[in-house]
């Protein structure tokens, strides 16, 4: 009964349709007063921040779309278990992750919050891909949601307080760059991964460069903030 079930999935778009058509949108800028995309591209703080996106994307769903696979091949667990265990349980500490921030993110330092989710992220990965052993294997793949569930609310935020008349443009080459990230981060792991005998491990070593990245960009921000 497949098709029941896509028309049950198909109630939540249809809800968020109302959701959408009612929910009021405060303008930060003026379209007027924003930033083309010409200056943006000239501004080092813009070139950052889309790195911060692209490293972010690759983080979260290179894992995200992968921990079934993962937990199947690398750690001998059925479809099921490994579904319900790995992107399903994902899925919740990213939830839980952006719901402290939504709760908490004004008090924060949201750059030193970045930088322990970045680290966060290092070792979650290093677990997937060094560990063979499944508990704390899918330690690595649960706790890696909590750790990239700030990483593009958070890049966005910083975005935001350095590029105030950043307007429409910023936003909008932000989540390219993020959306960029979450079709390159998986694509490139399952190329590793179908280039070396089918290893997941080896795929998800390569994921470890995404959030490696990231902290060095955050590094070079932090950097600049300080000069």
């Not at 911060?52 to 099921?80: F, V």
Request: charged share 10%; with cysteine; hydrophobic share 50%.
């Amino acid at each position: 009964s497949w098709k029941w079930l896509a028309v049950m999935w198909a109630l939540i778009p249809a809800i968020n349709i109302y959701n959408f058509a009612t929910c009021p949108i405060e303008h930060l800028v003026n379209d007027e007063n924003g930033m083309g995309v010409r200056q943006l591209f000239r501004t080092p703080v813009v070139w950052l921040a889309i790195c911060l996106m692209i490293c972010s994307g690759a983080s979260e769903l290179a894992m995200a779309q992968w921990a079934s696979a993962y937990a199947e091949a690398a750690l001998g667990l059925s479809k099921t278990l490994g579904d319900l265990i790995g992107p399903c349980m994902f899925a919740i500490t990213m939830g839980i992750s952006r719901l402290i921030f939504g709760k908490y993110g004004e008090k924060m330092d949201l750059m030193k919050f970045m930088t322990g989710s970045g680290i966060l992220c290092v070792i979650c990965y290093l677990l997937t891909t060094l560990s063979s052993n499944p508990v704390i294997g899918l330690t690595g793949c649960i706790v890696c949601g909590f750790s990239v569930g700030i990483m593009w609310p958070g890049t966005i935020s910083i975005t935001s307080k350095k590029m105030p008349a950043g307007g429409t443009a910023m936003f909008a080459l932000l989540a390219m760059a993020g959306d960029l990230g979450g079709s390159i981060g998986p694509g490139i792991v399952g190329y590793v991964t179908q280039n070396s005998d089918n290893n997941i491990r080896v795929g998800m070593g390569i994921g470890l460069i995404f959030p490696l990245v990231l902290l060095i960009m955050l590094f070079i921000l932090c950097k600049g903030k300080n000069t």
